[in-house]
């Protein structure tokens, strides 16, 4: 007898909702039924759901490729949270991790097996895999293995090899954004059998209105903008230092906000991200490292105040807003010097060959790197220190080494899992019988007490914690994990804050690096088509912003949108209703503080009417503008 009757059982069971979100049905079914599925679901559309629900029904392991480190644990601990076994592998694990995870999925001790692309890559690990019991092959961010796509990797085209190792395995493909050209080559490198499936929810986010707001002046316009609307928000800009400079500048204004950003430690950026879900700070000013896994559905706006350079990323980044279903706000902050900085970011991807053979003599150099070695070796590398040490621009260095990863020679990993963790290896009995000292005595003590299955899986810690509940300095706690490590009591992997390297290949002589026209030339084309598109949605005047998006991946038959800024400004304008300042005083009368849109909804006149007329209001000191944003009668 199965472990569940049904799809819609196993989804009670473990999550907890009576049914499925559309399509979510259909996708799995298609799955079950052993065919080849491509599911193109946007931005919070459920697409996890549509391979781990089929994965706990089917029999054996389902393993799914991913590219996100960040992402691939969120969705292995959120699994675990409900009470399904997962693991993963990628590079920035210890040999010891590697080597447990992979035990577990070859006893058939977990349904779940996340990989990075690059682990495809290895000869021996691909050996192991073909032994395995393997049900389902899934290819997250499906849209990385496409040509055509804005963030095409080369390791991914190894999946496409599993086929012939799991020639009656289905295989799901899930991307949020794809357009037709790049859904027909999803389809075509993972060599689909016949009688696949596709499967397309609509990309209009019909609660969405998109705005455009030209200004030179961007801090004002985007106090403006919060000012002028409520709830939750989400700013994008395309740097760490300006994602601190912002937040700062909103607090200053009475607008509670935080940074964040790939650079920040894992607690910070945890503790930051829960205060915003629970709606504890109203703004996350961050880079798109915020965004993966984000699951607040009352985000009422988001406002990217640095472009992004594709429509692909601007949608699935402003798709983060309205996810509730009510309407929201998505709104681009443009400045008239915005194009040329959107050109130049052409040229910065794309350094010339030479530069980019340049940065990785100086990369080989820094790790002392012999010529003919490390494969496979993984070195602790910042990239700002490199990049002053050798004096390069670090824009170009990014950039180079994106190249150099996508041509097979070596990867520079920013997103770091630093998480301390530990592990017991010595068995129960040799535990009770060792001589400890007072130190380690303590430490083993409160490990056994908080973390639950020691002796089987490795477990998060937080050194500066521990010390806390045992009145020891952090470093003495950090001596007496290393002691015990030492002892074999415990495998113990201190914080890694360090982005890294790994060389999938060994070292060469720069002169020998090739770079085909596919990973240069056609890829530098294609992102100057896309750069012309996102330039064409932030500047055109004339046409409907969201009817852009949609023709962008094919929906070509999409009408007008009636909410974007170019519609409502073509829309023929009601005069003004005889009275708005009285109706307004009047209202204000009967209730103690109401918000502008609040003020527009309950008197039934456009909100951008109302606006003016509370600007007069308060000049002439009749109204309060609270720090909640709120507006109330002057005392």
């Known amino acids: 007898m199965p472990a569940y009757s049904s799809p819609l059982d196993a989804l009670r069971r473990h999550w907890g909702y009576d049914s499925f979100r559309p399509l979510q049905a259909s996708i799995i079914d298609s799955v079950l039924n052993g065919n080849d599925t491509l599911a193109l679901m946007p931005t919070g559309g459920g697409k996890s759901i549509t391979f781990q629900v089929p994965g706990l029904m089917l029999p054996g392991l389902t393993v799914v490729v991913t590219p996100l480190i960040s992402l691939m644990k969120d969705q292995v601990d959120n699994l675990r949270a409900h009470d399904i076994a ?14 447990l995870a992979m035990q577990k999925a070859e006893l058939g001790k977990v349904k779940f097996l996340y ?46 090899r599993l086929r012939s190792y799991f020639p009656r395995v289905p295989v799901l493909a899930v991307t949020a954004s794809a357009t037709p050209q790049v859904a027909d080559d ?33 801090p004002e316009r985007l106090l403006t903008v919060l000012r002028n609307t409520s ?66 559905p009352d985000v009422r706006t988001v406002i990217h105040y640095d472009l992004p350079s594709s429509l692909e990323e601007y949608y699935q980044e402003a798709g983060r807003a309205g996810r509730d279903g009510l309407p929201s706000f998505a709104v681009c902050l443009v400045a008239p010097t915005d194009r040329r900085v959107l050109a130049r970011r052409l040229e910065d991807a794309f350094p010339p060959p030479e530069l980019i053979g340049e940065v990785y003599e100086k990369a080989c150099l820094h790790v ?69 000292t007072p130190a380690e005595e303590s430490v083993m003590v409160y490990l056994l007490r908080n973390c639950p299955g020691l002796f089987a899986d490795y477990f998060n810690i937080v050194e500066t914690v521990i010390a806390s509940h045992l009145s020891m300095s952090p470093d003495e706690v950090y001596q007496t994990l290393l002691s015990l490590s030492r002892r074999h009591v415990v495998h113990y992997v201190p914080r890694r804050q360090q982005p890294y390297l790994y060389f999938p290949s060994r070292r060469i002589e720069s002169r020998y690096l090739r770079f085909s026209r596919e990973i240069y030339e056609e890829r530098r084309e294609r992102m100057a088509r896309r750069i012309d598109a ?12 969201a009817k852009t998006i949609l ?61 003016e007329h509370l600007r007069t209001l308060l000049d002439r000191g009749l109204i309060t503008l609270n720090h909640d944003q709120t507006i109330c009668k002057h005392p």
């Open 551 to 611: 023709d962008y991946f094919g929906e070509t038959d999409a009408g007008f949108c009636g909410s974007c800024d170019v519609c409502r400004q073509a829309a023929p304008r009601p005069k003004p209703p005889i009275g708005v300042d009285d109706s307004i005083m009047h209202l204000l009368s009967n209730n103690p503080a109401l918000t502008p849109p609040r003020i527009a909804e309950r008197l039934n006149i456009r909100q951008e009417i109302i606006i």
């Open 86 to 99: 997962a693991v993963y592998l990628h590079s920035g694990l210890t040999a010891r991790e590697a080597r």
């Open 186 to 218: 999803i389809c075509s490198r993972l060599e689909f059998r016949p009688g696949a499936q596709r499967f397309q929810m609509s990309f209009a986010r019909k609660n969405i209105s998109y705005i455009v707001r030209r200004d030179v002046n961007k």
């Open 368 to 436: 002392d790197l012999c010529l003919g070695e490390g494969q496979y070796n993984v070195f602790d590398f910042n990239i700002e220190d490199f990049c002053r040490k050798w004096n390069l621009w670090p824009a170009t260095a990014r950039a180079a080494m994106q190249l150099l990863a996508l041509g097979g020679y070596v990867e520079y990993v920013e997103d770091v899992d630093a998480r301390a963790r530990v592990m017991a290896i010595c068995r129960r009995e040799e535990l009770y019988a060792m001589e400890l």
């Open 534 to 545: 996102m330039t064409r949605f932030a500047f055109a005047d004339s046409d409907c912003r």
């Open 115 to 160: 990989l990075s692309p690059e682990r495809l890559q290895n000869e021996r690990f691909i050996g192991e895999l073909k032994t395995w019991n393997v049900s389902l092959l899934v290819v997250d961010e499906a849209h990385c293995i496409s040509q055509w796509g804005y963030d095409f990797r080369p390791p991914y085209l190894s999946i496409a």
């Open 231 to 296: 709830g939750s928000a989400i700013v994008y800009v395309r740097s760490r230092k300006k994602t601190a400079e912002i937040a700062r500048a909103l607090a200053a204004a009475g607008i509670s906000a935080e940074s964040y950003h790939a650079g920040l430690l894992p607690e910070v950026k945890s503790e930051r991200q829960q205060r915003w879900k629970e709606s504890k700070v109203r703004v996350m000013v961050a880079t798109n490292a915020f965004g993966m896994g984000i699951d607040k």
